[in-house]
């Protein structure tokens, strides 16, 4: 008595110890903390002033000035060569007065300022550059900068509004090839065709708003079509990072496709501040070190990213995945077939109503979930709420896997038959604690793998089993609650393939599986609490 006695302390005080690392969290159950609604929130670094030309300002020098003509068809660079010569003497300005200009390779220097009246339009020809290396600009809020050729701020203000060169997606493409930085001041823009990332550039696209500054992706055509795309040819990998926005899409389009250096896994894609609604995948990232996803909200989309290799340190901070079809990642870190990628964090990323597997990782090094969740909805069969093959080094810490109010054990409303909270195929090197997994019908289901540490976790109401080990070696499970295992026991009657309703299911033999300290609480079967193969497994000193 006294030897059980001290087993269920043991047990208690490593679940309550593992619970109360955080004050916040209430391991058997507090949901909301994993599902909070992200915040509203708005871009509080003001954009860059956009002046315009009154006509009165000192040293201004009129185009016309020196013999440019503005009926778009005379060519008026050697004009605007000339009033750039002038204005440079004096620190000057350069003003396109009424007309519409037509102009090849010019260069403004630093102390030359650029302006333009809000009836204007410069266009520069095909195959020609108009390289604006000042800071004083003086361009209108609307598009008055055209032209098949390209405009280079980037040695100047290195800023641009999609606004001065036309609107929607064809603005925003422009804008990206003259300025790093991209600001978007309206409250809609439509992307009708791929903008393609021009390389060795770090581009920011910066809205102003989180609900806001829409971006609607319509992006119509067969496979996968894209809003963005950087695909890595030669020189320095581009970085894109997209903030403060919300994106819409009905045509089933991704928004990004980015693809860094194949060596030397250069490049780096960042999301933040965006509310996603609609579309197929959000993000399909390979080959980028130090990818994000921070204060991202999506509904109705399929998947937030997948990475298909080469794709390392990633985190997941502050993400809620509401009602996607499939879930938020399929990560696979195979890289052409051959190494791993490695390191993937995710903290306060929560995937809620998924109808897939929310989280499915494979061929990586060093996952982290913390504060994390799982939350199936109704869907297809055999699925998971983390599926997580051949990862080696991994750690589960205070999350909730779950499928939501436990209807996914109801035939008659169509609803998946099998579930799998945490499922383990040939992992290594790993540590489970203080989580609460619930609902499910198998709890954690471990196939191969070793090196396992299952410890200070509730286990609530799993149908089938809340363990079952396949071929595992090296496992200790110890300090643990399990409640209500077995609730669905009514199950075996209405699905005539299915039996359990056990603590702990072993398949085959299994190699030093330590099953002790543990709280079984519930047990509606509770011969069978340990069942199946039992050579490799030891229970000893625990409670029911």
Known sequence: MFKKIISVSLAIMLVLGLASCGSEMKIAGNQSQFYTEPEVKTNLVAFPDVKVIVGNEENLFDVKSYGAVGDNKTDDTAAVNAAIEAASAVNGIVYFSNGKYLIGNVTFPANVGFAVASSSTVSVKKDAKA?????????????????EGSF???????????????????GIAKAIIAADKVYLMKTSYSITETIVIPQSRNIEIIGSCNTSTIIRTEVYGKGEVYGFVYEYESGAAS????????????????????????????GKLELSVMRIEGGNVTAVVKNSTGTLFEE???GG?????????????????????????QGMLEADGATDGVGRSENIYFHHASSVSAKGIDFTISNYDDITFFHSSGDLGAGGTNEASLRMTNVDDFEITRCWWASNAGLSYSPAAGIAKIRVGLELNNCTNGKIRGNSIVNQWIGVEMNGGSDIMIEGNTFQACGHSELTFNGAKDVTVQGNSFMAAGQFGQMKDEVKDLDGNYVMEALSANENIVFKYNVLTGVNRADDAVKGNTAGITVTDNHQ
């Open 131 to 147: 390289v604006i290396n000042s800071t004083d600009l003086y361009i209108p809020k609307k598009a008055v900068l055209a032209g």
């Open 152 to 170: 280079d701020l980037t040695g100047g203000v290195n800023y641009a509004y999609p606004e001065w060169f036309g609107l929607g997606g064809a």
């Open 239 to 266: 970085n894109l990072t997209l903030s403060y926005m919300r994106i819409l899409d009905d045509s089933g389009a991704n928004l990004v496709k980015f693809c860094g250096n194949p060596e030397t896994k250069e």
């Open 296 to 298: 991202i909200r999506t």
């Open 301 to 325: 989309i399929r998947l937030l990213a997948r990475f298909e290799g080469g794709v390392n340190n990633a985190t997941f901070n502050k993400v809620l995945c509401a009602g996607n079809t």
